[in-house]
């Protein structure tokens, strides 16, 4: 073949190769382009985050993060900036992978209890002491053991009532001055289940003086690998939840 018609035909096909080149980089870029323009960044979740959770503290936990999601995906009133919902916190349980919409987070103040117990879980309230309330260690979303005690042919009996209760508010000692005691008392909102109350109910129907720190104790659970190990002692006779261990 000549050298002339051999250099055209290589010229040729180069330039055929440089013009695809060029072609296929300007369709990435013009469609990287059409797709940065039709995405909104929204907060979304990457874990569950329940009820009552603040969204600073999913924040930081990376439980709530910023994600580009395509418009026609976006939920109605999708929050985009966390500027927007600081120090607020999550009234409706989100799982991975919802978006955090205006109808998902309130004001601390302004979620009620009633807002914070669904199903058959009810919210109750129980006095305690600082110590056997935990009412300086406890936080809310806290997991407690709620331990109960009964005196039954001269022995006391203490069992576990209510497993893994979640704490909904702690409310912090106060100085009894009317009565001039110098006691503190205190008392922390529980999220237990119906037949839960009733058992937490009769505990303090039956706690001495009117005072649950008597027979009603709150044990913390760890916030990560705790684990419920049931009683293995004989049954006690009577309408009791739980196996008891006799402790006098």
Do not use: C
Not at 169 to 177: N, Q
């Amino acid at each position: 073949m000549p050298t002339l018609s051999r250099n055209l035909i290589i010229s040729f096909v180069l330039a055929v190769a440089a013009a695809g080149a060029l072609f296929a980089y300007t369709s990435h870029v013009r469609k990287s382009a059409e797709s940065s323009s039709d995405t909104v960044t929204v907060i979304v979740a990457t874990h569950e985050v329940p009820i009552g959770t603040t969204v600073d503290a999913a924040r930081s936990q990376g439980y709530l993060v910023n994600q580009p999601v395509r418009q026609s995906d976006v939920a109605d009133g999708a929050v985009t900036s966390f500027g927007a919902v600081a120090g607020q916190v999550i009234t409706q349980n989100l799982y991975n992978g919802d978006q955090l919409t205006v109808n998902r987070v309130g004001a601390p103040r302004t979620q009620t209890p009633a807002y914070q117990v669904t199903g058959n879980f009810r919210a109750i309230r129980v006095p305690f002491n600082p110590n056997s309330g935990l009412l300086s260690d406890l936080s809310v979303n806290d997991r407690v053991d709620v331990l109960t005690s009964y005196r039954m042919n001269d022995k006391v009996f203490t069992y576990l009532a209510v497993p893994d209760a979640r704490v909904l508010e702690v409310d912090a000692p106060t100085l009894d001055s009317a009565v001039n005691s110098g006691s503190q008392a205190g008392s922390v909102l529980l999220a237990v289940t119906e037949q839960q109350s009733l058992f937490i109910a009769n505990a303090l129907a039956n706690s001495s003086g009117d005072q649950s720190a008597n027979n009603i104790w709150l044990a913390l659970a760890g916030s990560t690998g705790a684990t419920y190990q049931p009683i293995t002692v004989p049954k006690l006779p009577g309408p009791f939840p739980h196996h008891g261990v006799p402790t006098k």
